[in-house]
């Protein structure tokens, strides 16, 4: 059984590997196609090959599910075409037994997702947003046109809105503008600074304008007499530094997808989100999807066997692997939907990220297990139907 299980293993991890070099190429292709008309002096063609080498983490984490059906089925379907799974059969491997074999061989993988996942990808992530702001000068991940907007309570009750235009490489950040708010929602201060950076907690601002507002304004201003004092004081420094809970990883946090987050990471953002009492549903629902991607290959792992245990007589290896390629692309689309519906809907996150999951692979297990007992079946329908008996 052991030989067995590793000539599976050897016959699956070929054919993945060399799906997804062709699918991880092919995207890399249309990528640089696409992007050639950034070059100019800045931005040099090395730079776009740096960039797409940094985006390759990403695209092997979306490509790795499909990549390893089509892989599989394709294994499995040569298997099939060279009568090997039939003498595995003869031998006494039912075809549940073999599926578990399957799961076995897919659990190195899953473990190699898994630090895909949550290592190599967020890292390549947070180097290419850096990349991008200094080769290309954006980052466009939760911009609005006015910037990127921030929220955190201040010492004394109130609440702070920052305002940052731009970021720029190594957490720094420029174009920043704070609103403090007293307890009432009453405007406290106004302070405009060019440049900043984060260092232990707090925000160091250089050329800062900032604007003080007497406590007693909103009475005066209610009052139809001109105030005898001014009601706002203006100074100018050349630095100064505020208490913040903003951190250059929460920067970061805020223009990388969700799904692109580590677990570790999108749990610090998801507290810092909720301090703050912003919604967090976004990030929630990434966070269950995180924990389900793993589990996903098992899934494909699942869909992929029913297809490569049919006789080639009901198709030859190009019709399995097209049938994979379209289940592929049909899990993918319903894994969208699914999130798209949940969110706009208010699911809740486990089901959105578990039960596309969920109902494909019993839909396989069902299937796998009407193919292993299709004698039975057949037997059940001509005695419940007897006019459905083939004429011999």
């Not at 054919?15 to 050639?36: E, H, K, M, P, R």
């Not at 390759?56 to 499909?66: K, V």
């Not at 290309?136 to 006015?146: A, P, V």
């Amino acid at each position: 059984m052991n030989t067995a299980r590793r000539y599976l293993a050897s016959e699956i991890y070929r054919s993945t590997a060399v799906v997804l070099i062709a699918l991880v190429g092919l995207f890399t292709f249309f990528a640089l196609i696409d992007d050639l008309d950034n070059i100019g002096p800045k931005f040099t063609l090395l730079s776009l090959f740096y960039l797409q080498v940094l985006a390759f983490p990403t695209r092997l984490y979306d490509l790795l599910p499909i990549g390893l059906l089509i892989g599989a089925v394709l294994a499995l379907a040569g298997l099939a075409q060279r009568n090997e799974l039939v003498i595995l059969r003869v031998s006494g491997v039912s075809g549940l037994k073999l599926l578990g074999m399957l799961w076995v061989v897919t659990i190195p993988m899953v473990v190699g997702a898994f630090i895909l996942s949550e290592v190599v990808t967020p890292a390549a992530e947070v180097k290419s947003s850096e990349a991008n702001l200094v080769l290309l000068g954006r980052s466009e991940g939760g911009r609005l046109n006015s910037g990127y907007w921030f929220k955190e309570p201040t010492p004394g009750g109130g609440t702070r809105v920052i305002n940052i235009t731009r970021l720029l490489a190594i957490g720094g950040v420029s174009g920043i503008t704070l609103y403090e708010f007293r307890k009432g929602q009453e405007l406290t201060s106004f302070t405009q600074a060019k440049n900043g950076h984060f260092s232990h907690g707090q925000l160091i601002l250089d050329d800062v304008v900032e604007t003080q507002i007497d406590n007693s304004s909103k009475i005066a201003l209610a009052d139809v007499q001109t105030p005898a004092q001014p009601l706002s004081h203006i100074r100018s420094l050349p630095e100064t530094s505020i208490p913040t809970t903003l951190t250059p990883q929460r920067l970061i946090a805020r223009i990388l997808t969700p799904e692109r987050m580590s677990i570790r990471d999108l749990l610090d953002y998801i507290g810092y989100l909720h301090a703050n009492k912003l919604q967090t549903e976004r990030q929630v629902v990434a966070l269950w999807r995180k924990i389900a991607y793993p589990f996903t290959l098992l899934v494909m792992m699942t869909i992929a066997a029913p297809i490569g245990f049919m006789q080639t007589r009901r198709g030859g290896v190009g019709s399995k692997v097209f049938v994979g390629i379209l289940l592929g692309v049909g899990f993918f689309m319903l894994n969208q939907l699914a999130l798209n519906v949940g969110m706009l809907s208010k699911w809740p996150p486990w089901v959105t990220a578990l039960v596309p999951n969920l109902a494909v692979l019993g839909l396989a297990l069902g299937v796998l297990t009407l193919m292993e007992n299709q004698h039975w079946v057949r037997r059940f329908s001509q005695a419940r139907w007897p006019w459905s008996k083939r004429a011999v």
